[in-house]
């Protein structure tokens, strides 16, 4: 059972826009900064947002993050085939002193 | 830009202890701006993290694992290791390696770059 909840998936069309939510508590979301992650199938982890909303150089500006209270989302407009995989938050929990995932959510294309 | 690379055994018999390491191209791992950590997928794809060390040695490990973990970088070699003792079939995942961005406080903190992976199989 993962400390942050996120739904396991989503779907969308070409070109839409699907948002991902993830909910915490107050010793990690709501206190903290939101990263995400994503997955694709056959590659390393890469670095979607840090700090709620920032974006590493290179990742496009379709995706997007915020965080209000104890709970955050990712966004990802435009979508695309390759955006196929999963996708997941991060956030330090103080309680834990350490780093506590969301349980991913599978990204689905139609 | 800094690669990472995990190698070690794929199959682990239950008992024993489990010993990955990850080797780190195209940048330094002794920086002090830098942090060294693991983080395993399950097979029904949750995350967890395992816990991170400095290059100086200080380390912070995952609480539900801590009797168990060990985290060590070796500078002559660009190498950081996992150990996790006392395995069993819960232990079965793809362990990941990636590179913390080490700042005050740590919760500031992400993960980038990460490992492509490796699956880790816990069975006699």
């Known amino acids: 059972q993962s400390v942050l909840t996120q739904p396991p998936s989503a779907s969308g069309t070409p070109g839409q826009r699907v948002t991902i939510s993830c909910s915490g508590s107050s010793s990690n979301i709501g206190s903290n900064f939101v990263c995400w992650y994503q997955l694709l199938p056959g590659t390393a982890p890469k670095l979607l947002i840090y700090r709620n909303s920032q974006r590493p150089s290179g990742v496009p500006d379709r995706f997007s993050g915020s965080k209000s209270g104890t709970s955050a989302s990712l966004a990802i407009s435009g979508l695309r085939s390759e955006d196929v995989g999963d996708y997941y938050c991060a956030a330090w929990d103080d309680s834990l002193s350490g780093w506590v995932f969301g349980g991913g959510t599978k990204l689905t294309v139609l | 830009q800094v690669q990472l690379q995990e190698s070690g055994p794929g199959l682990v018999k239950p008992s024993q202890t489990l010993s990955l390491t990850c080797t780190v191209s195209g940048g330094s791992i002794t920086s002090g701006d830098y942090y060294w950590s693991w983080i395993r997928q399950y097979p029904g794809k949750g995350l967890e993290w395992i816990g991170y060390?400095?290059?100086?040695?200080?380390?912070n490990y995952n609480p539900s694992l801590k009797s168990r973990v060990t985290i060590s970088v070796d500078m002559s070699k660009k190498q950081f290791s996992l150990k996790l003792s006392s395995v069993s079939a819960a232990d079965t995942a793809v362990y990941y390696c990636?590179?913390?961005?080490?700042?005050?406080?740590?919760?500031?903190?992400?993960?980038?770059?990460w490992g492509q992976g490796t699956l880790v199989t816990v069975s006699s």
């Open positions: 060390s400095y290059y100086g040695g200080r380390t």
């Open positions: 990636a590179k913390g961005i080490s700042v005050v406080p740590a919760a500031w903190s992400w993960f980038d770059p």
